[in-house]
């Protein structure tokens, strides 16, 4: 049985940090590209950040150079530390495993304001 049991979110001002974390269970991690998404109210999920098995990153235009996406193969979790936040960082955050299928977590709320 698969699961990310993500971790992290919460309340925070204007211009502050949070680290996200993903624990993964249930896959061979190491072949799984990991990634983050973020869903706001009425807005569609949108990918927030990638990393596949060789390391390889991608980014939202919207956070690039403030967020940074890494995995750590031997733990089986991926992070997304997040600087610098604006209001609009604020949604639902998701970790997502992609290989042949697409696996979800349930979402963590990361809530910027002042």
Not at 22 to 46: D, H, N, V
Not at 66 to 89: C, G, H, P, Y
Request: glycine share 12%.
């Amino acid at each position: 049985q698969v699961q990310l049991v993500e971790s992290g979110g919460g309340l925070v001002q204007p211009g502050g940090s949070l680290r996200l974390s993903c624990a993964a269970s249930g896959i061979t991690f190491g072949l799984y590209t990991m990634g983050w998404y973020r869903q706001a109210p009425g807005k569609q999920r949108e990918l927030v950040a990638t990393i596949t098995i060789g390391g390889s990153t991608n980014y939202a235009d919207s956070v690039k150079g403030r967020f940074t996406i890494s995995r750590d193969n031997a733990k089986k979790t991926v992070s997304l530390q997040m600087n610098s936040l604006k209001f609009e960082d604020t949604a639902f955050y998701f970790c997502n495993a992609k290989r042949i299928s697409n696996h979800w977590g349930q979402g963590t709320q990361v809530t910027v304001s002042s």
